[in-house]
C-alpha cells in the first residue's frame, strides 16, 4: 500500500461568521462547532490521524495566515504550511501542494480535503476516505460525494454514473453540476440518493496523476508550480514563491481541472457532513436544550426558543435574551451580533459596512 | 422670601434597567437619557439650581449607595447625604430630611423631588417648581400634578378642584386616586387636560407645615426622626440612625400623610415629564434616526428599525443588529440583554433568574 499524503486547503476568509471570523482569524481557526476550543483546522487534522500522520500533513494557506495555522496545529511542521502570497482559487493551491508531495514521495497517494467543515459520525467518515483512497491507488482521480439530505441550491453536484469493475464502493462520475437552480435541486433530490451527490470539494488522486492533469489542462499553473518547488530549499524560496504564485491563472480544481478530466470517480458519502456556512449551521450542529436553544453555560434565556447565545471573547459576558426567539447572539473581544437565524447569510452586510467605513480594526 | 431647600429622593433600587442597573448603581446614579455621561440624578440637581443652590439641595439615599451618590454630584457636601440604614418607604425619607432642613432653617421652604425622572423642558419645570414653592410659602402643602398624555394605568392620579383663592396656578386637591384600572384610567383622560393630573412624586412645604403633619399622622416617625436629629452632631450619630430609622413605620407619604391632610394645593406640570421607567422609556427620550433606531455611534443597524442599541461599558463593543427591529440591545461591562421593546418592564425576569441561582455579581 502507497503513503498517503493530506492536503488541507485552509485559505478561506469566510466572513460568513463575524463578529468572530475576521481577516486575521477566519472560519477554519474558530472552535465553532466543537463547543469547546478545538477549531475546525485542528479537527480536520485530528479526525485524520488513523489514516495520515501529522507528519504527511501539507497544509495550504495565506501568508497571513500562516502564524496562526501553525499554532492552530502544532503537530504539523512549519515547513509543511505553504504560504500562499495571494488567492489564486483552488486549482494552483492543489496543484502547488501536489508537486511539493512529488519531491518528498512521487508515488504517494494525495487527499485533498477543505479545512472547515463538520463531519458528525468520524468513524464513517474514515471508512469512506479509505474507500476513496483504495480507488486513487487503483488510478483514477476519485472524489467523494455526499448524499444529499435536502434540495440544496447552494452546493454544486457530481452525476454518478455506474459501478466500476474492481473498484469496490467507487462508481463513474458522469459529470460536475453547477449550483442547480431549486426546480432541479428537487429534480436531483428525487432522483433518489446515488444520482446526484453534493460536491464537497474532496478530491483523492496519486500524485503522478495530478502532476499530468495539471501539465495538460492548466500548464502554465503547471510551469509555475514547478519552478517554486525547484527553489524550495534555495535561500530565495519565498521570494520566488511572491514573484510566480500570483500569476498564476486563478480557477477551481472542479472547473480547471476535474471538469475537463476523464475517467473520474465518487465514493458516495453519508457521515453526517456540515459545510459550517453560517451561524445557522453553528446552532444546526451546536447541543440544544428541550426549547430549541444553544446557549452558553453563563447566558439566560428566558421565554424564547432556538436561538444560538454564544461568547467567544476572551472574558466571557453574561448574555440574557428575553421574549426573543430564533435569533443569532454572539460576542467577540470587541463586537457583539444580533441577527435573525433565517437571515444568518446577511452578516457580510455587516462586512460591507464597516468595509465602506473603513474600520479595518473590525474586518 | 423664604430660603428654598430641595430633598432629592435618592434610594431606588430599580431592576428594571438590568445589566446597566445594579443593587451598587441603581437607575438615578446611570446615564440613561443624555446621551452622554450626566446621570438621572446629577441632571436632578443641575436643574435646580437656577432655584436651588448645591448648598441647599439634601439627597436621601441608602447606605451601601452614600459614597457613589457622593462622587455622582460631587457639588453636594458629604453631610448633606443622609444614608438610609434600610429602606422604609418615602414618608420617613422625607421626615427625616425634613427634620434635618429644621436645624438649619425652621422658615425654610422645601421641595421633594425624585432623582430619576427625565425632564423635557427645564424652562418650563423652573417656572412651574416657582409657582408651587410661591403655593408653599403661602401655607398650603402643594404638589405639582402631571397633565396626562395618556390613560397609563401605571401612575396614581391626583384629582383636581377649584383655584385657590389668590393662589396663582395652584388648585385645590380633591383626593389622591391609587393607580386606576384601564376604563378609569380613560375616564380621567377623557375628562379634560385639568380634572386628574399624574402624581410624580413633587411635593412642597414649608418645614412647619411637614413637621406638624408628621406629628399628627405619623407619631412613630416624627418620634424617630427627631431622636435622629438631636443626635446628629454627636459622635454616635450613625449608630443611632441603624438603631432607630429601621424601627420606623414604612410607609408612602402619599398615604401616611397626603391622603390624611387638609387643604392640599396642585400646580398642574406640563414640561416633558418622562419616569423613565425601562429601556423602552429610554428608546423613547433618546435621539434616533429617521428609522426610528437609537444606537451608539459606532454601532451599526442595518435593515431594522426603532431599535435601542447602547453600550455602556467601559470599553463598549461595536454592536450590530441586522434584520431585527423593536429591540433593546445594551451591553455592560459584564452582560449583555436582548429583549423587545414592547417586552421591555420584563427584565425583572432576569433579575429573578439571577437571584434564584444565586449569581450576586451580577444583581
Known sequence: MLDVYAVIMAGGAGTRFWPASRAARPKQLLPLTSGGQESLLAATVRRLEPLVPADRVVIVTGEHLAEATARAVPQVAPERILREPAPRNTAPCIAWANATIAELDPEAVVMVLPSDHFIGDEAAFQRVLAAAIASAERGPVTTVGI???????????????????GGGDARQVVRFVEKPDRARAETFLAAGPSKYLW???MFFFRVSAMTDLVRRHLPNVAGGVERIVAAARAPTAADVVR????????????VGVMEKA?????????????DVGSWES????????TRGNAAGELDLVIDGERNFVRSLAGAPKTIAVVGASDLVVVETDDAILVIPRERAQDVRLVVDALKASGRKNLL
Open 147 to 165: 448524499v444529499p439530505t435536502r434540495a440544496e441550491i447552494g452546493y454544486g453536484y457530481i452525476e454518478v454514473g455506474a459501478p466500476l469493475a
Open 199 to 201: 460536491n464537497a470539494g
Open 243 to 254: 514573484e510566480i504564485f500570483p500569476t498564476l491563472e486563478s480557477v477551481s480544481i472542479d
Open 262 to 274: 476523464e475517467g473520474l470517480a465518487v465514493v458516495p458519502g453519508d457521515f453526517g457532513w456540515n
Open 282 to 289: 453553528a446552532w444546526e450542529l451546536a447541543p440544544r436544550d
